[in-house]
């Protein structure tokens, strides 16, 4: 599974931001897709994960209620909009598969991984 993610950038605290990442290679509707994002000095960490079929998604604490993770099968993509931006998401984010069915929060779950963006929210 080849991952291309796009959308990072700068933001003002409070603002919103959409990230993208096109998938090839494999069945995109058969595996989990997952967000997951590591800022400076920090470990990567999860950040959000959408079922292949897109009903069942699951969310980090920390972003529960600003950000959305949605995916699109037909075009092979998958998306986090990110709103209520604050300077603590400051991240590179990295969209990441799940080659299996089950929505999971471990960051080592997640097999292939896409290049990141970087987003950066100012105060």
């Known amino acids: 599974v080849q991952l291309q993610a796009s959308g990072g950038g700068l933001v003002q605290a409070g603002g919103s931001l959409g990230l993208s990442c096109a998938a090839s290679?494999?069945?995109?509707?058969?595996?989990?897709m997952g967000w997951l994002r590591q800022a400076p000095g920090k470990e990567r960490e999860f950040v959000a994960a959408?079922?292949?079929?897109?009903?069942?998604?699951n969310y980090a604490d920390s972003v529960k209620g600003r950000f959305t993770i949605s995916r699109d099968n037909a075009k092979n993509t998958v998306y986090l909009q990110m709103n209520s931006l604050k300077p603590e998401d400051t991240a590179v984010y990295y969209c990441?598969?799940?080659?299996?069915?089950?929505?999971?929060?471990?960051?080592?779950?997640?097999?292939?991984w896409g290049q990141g963006t970087l987003v950066t929210v100012s105060s």
């Open positions: 959408i079922s292949g079929s897109g009903r069942l998604t």
């Open positions: 290679g494999r069945t995109f509707s058969s595996y989990v």
């Open positions: 990441a598969a799940d080659l299996t069915s089950v929505v999971r929060r471990s960051v080592g779950a997640y097999d292939n």
